[in-house]
């Protein structure tokens, strides 16, 4: 279950930067930006750390 919670985050992440993309020339959207290193740490030890909590109950 934990994968899907950070799998959803980084997916919606995309999904935006690609609505944004697709729609940027019509509407002057700004684009989401890509993760920073920073956030990808941050989802690595969420998903470490849920790991841990579900093997534990």
């Known amino acids: 279950m ?32 890509d993760f920073t290193v920073m956030e990808r740490r941050r989802h690595r030890l969420l998903s470490a750390l849920l790991i841990a909590l579900e093997k534990h109950g």
């Open 2 to 33: 934990h994968r899907r919670i950070v799998a959803g985050w980084i997916e919606e992440r995309q999904r935006s930067r690609e609505q944004a993309k697709a729609h940027s020339w019509s509407r002057g959207n700004h684009l989401p930006p």
